[in-house]
Nanobody
Framework: QVQLVESGGGLVQAGGSLRLSCAAS????????MGWFRQAPGKEREVVAA????????YYEDSVKGRFTISRDNAKNTVYLQMNSLKPEDTAVYYC??????????????????WGKGTLVTVSS
């Protein structure tokens, strides 16, 4: 069992930065691939970024490439999402998830077993 708790969301102006953190409980954190997903009002949930258990493989959704960076610290049971050059269209609830990533390139394929409750990111124009 893995419990995930996101933090770091908030209100930021367009062009600003935020760093999201996801703290995981459980000794098996380092065995899971981790992902950040988001869901904007009225839209379906979409993947933002994912990282392998070792950190050696990553995936980014096209709209965040070059702006967002996913990383993990297995010693701290934490995964991060550094978000730079934020845009109003990045406004969403951001969720952390743990599970398996089958394919780190398009089409991205995954199966997440555990989800956090989310943290709200609001980007004002």
């Amino acid at each position: 069992q893995v419990q995930l708790v996101e933090s770091g969301g908030g209100l930021v102006q367009a062009g600003g930065s935020l760093r999201l953190s996801c703290a995981a409980s459980g000794r098996t954190f380092s065995t899971y691939a981790m992902g950040w997903f988001r869901q904007a009002p009225g839209k379906e949930r979409e993947v933002v970024a994912a990282i392998s258990w070792s950190g050696g493989r990553t995936y980014y959704e096209d709209s965040v490439k070059g702006r967002f960076t996913i990383s993990r610290d297995n010693a701290k049971n934490t995964v991060y999402l550094q978000m730079n050059s934020l845009k109003p269209e990045d406004t969403a609830v951001y969720y952390c998830a743990a599970g398996t990533v089958v394919r780190y390139s398009d089409p991205f394929r995954y199966a997440m077993d555990y989800w956090g409750k989310g943290t709200l990111v609001t980007v004002s124009s």
